[in-house]
């Protein structure tokens, strides 16, 4: 047994460190809180104090819960007691009460601390205030769907104009129709290719990674006409992997309709896709178009918006070899980039 000195350095060790722990939260500029293992809220730092305006110690046990917006608390809840039953991380966006009573957007993270042998002895949580970060996000979204709703409208006037020009000449309705395809398809890939949220994406847009290459070069008649093949293996791709790999594509097909195999009758393009050892490899190879004399020497935006596409969204790689035939680009991701 430990002596009487021992305890009482024991019990001192222990109030020194929490102290110090209490001392170094207030500090934060987060809300820090922290539970017992069965998830029985025990404390909360000044910052949460500051933040609600509640008294201290009206959020203990599951008081923490009625803080919440009525429309997430359930949710918060089933998280929550998930992750007590899991030990996995915490982690969820709500709205909370502020001091003010009006309901500002959080980010609650939490996680698991663990004894010697792997028992949870605690849990300690945060919350972060992202109000201001989520209404801009909000604002982008609204201005993002105003955008595309005017650039459908002029496919959609163009369309009208091609038709209505058909009929003042006669004998030009077969290219007119065709003519009104393309830029319906060129529509269906525009809204394809821009970004989406949960709520502005459309459950219609291919989900197998062939499916979405289709959609994109729908508008190019190689693709009817068999100029353009599309081979190997396939894959379901989610919003994830989705739209980084539709905009490399487009930037791909615009580029061979100016300068490339898609700019002439004879140029062909073949798309190759496999996977090796975990990866997913994709190669464009364009055949038959203008001559390639030198490298560009300059990259444009297009350029850069494929390197961060593949690269900064799918942490992949994106090379191109300019060759003399044509143009080569090979796109190298991990298979579990492209979908959940």
């Known amino acids: 047994m430990l002596a009487e000195a021992d305890l009482v350095a024991t019990r001192n060790a222990l109030r020194d460190s929490e102290l110090s722990f209490r001392t170094f939260a207030d500090a934060l500029p987060q809300m820090i809180w922290s539970t017992l293992p069965d998830g029985f809220h025990d404390y909360y730092n000044a910052r949460w104090y500051e933040f609600t305006g509640v008294p201290d110690g009206s959020t203990d046990g599951q008081g923490w819960n009625d803080m919440f917006h009525p429309d997430d608390q359930e949710r918060a809840r089933s998280v929550w007691e998930k992750?007590?039953?899991?030990?996995?991380?915490?982690?969820?966006?709500?709205?909370?009460?502020?001091?003010?009573?009006?309901?500002?957007?959080?980010?609650?993270?939490?996680?698991?601390?663990?004894?010697?042998?792997?028992?949870?002895?605690?849990?300690?949580?945060?919350?972060?205030?992202?109000?201001?970060?989520?209404?801009?996000?909000?604002?982008?979204?609204?201005?993002?769907?105003?955008?595309?709703?005017?650039?459908?409208?002029?496919?959609?006037?163009?369309?009208?104009?091609?038709?209505?020009?058909?009929?003042?000449?006669?004998?030009?309705?077969t290219f007119a129709k065709n003519l009104q395809q393309r830029i319906g398809a060129l529509g269906r890939a525009h809204e394809f290719v821009r970004p989406h949220s949960e709520e502005s994406r459309s459950p219609d847009l291919p989900e197998s990674l062939h499916g979405i290459i289709r959609q994109i070069l729908a508008p190019y008649p190689a693709l009817a006409d068999g100029r353009i093949r599309i081979e190997g293996d396939d894959l379901r791709v989610d919003d994830r992997g989705a739209t980084p790999i539709a905009l490399v594509f487009h930037e791909l097909a615009t580029?061979?309709?100016?300068?490339?195999?898609?700019?002439?009758?004879?140029?062909?393009?073949?798309?190759?896709?496999?996977?090796?050892?975990?990866?997913?490899?994709?190669?464009?190879?364009?055949?038959?178009?203008?001559?390639?004399?030198?490298?560009?020497?300059?990259?444009?935006?297009?350029?850069?918006?494929?390197?961060?596409?593949?690269?900064?969204?799918?942490?992949?790689?994106?090379?191109?070899?300019?060759?003399?035939?044509?143009?080569?680009?090979?796109?190298?991701?991990?298979?579990?980039?492209?979908?959940?």
């Open 83 to 173: 992750s007590l039953q899991t030990g996995d991380p915490y982690e969820i966006e709500y709205r909370l009460r502020h001091r003010s009573g009006a309901y500002r957007w959080t980010i609650g993270r939490a996680v698991a601390v663990c004894n010697a042998h792997g028992e949870i002895v605690r849990w300690i949580g945060t919350c972060t205030d992202i109000h201001e970060t989520k209404r801009v996000a909000e604002t982008n979204e609204i201005l993002s769907r105003e955008l595309s709703h005017r650039i459908k409208n002029i496919f959609a006037v163009i369309g009208g104009l091609v038709s209505l020009s058909s009929r003042q000449q006669p004998g030009h309705e």
């Open 255 to 340: 580029n061979a309709a100016k300068y490339g195999a898609l700019s002439t009758h004879e140029g062909v393009i073949a798309i190759q896709t496999r996977f090796v050892d975990g990866r997913l490899q994709i190669d464009w190879d364009e055949q038959g178009g203008p001559a390639i004399a030198v490298e560009p020497n300059h990259e444009g935006f297009g350029s850069k918006l494929m390197h961060l596409s593949v690269v900064g969204q799918l942490g992949g790689s994106f090379e191109r070899e300019w060759r003399r035939e044509g143009l080569l680009a090979k796109i190298v991701v991990k298979q579990a980039a492209m979908a959940r």
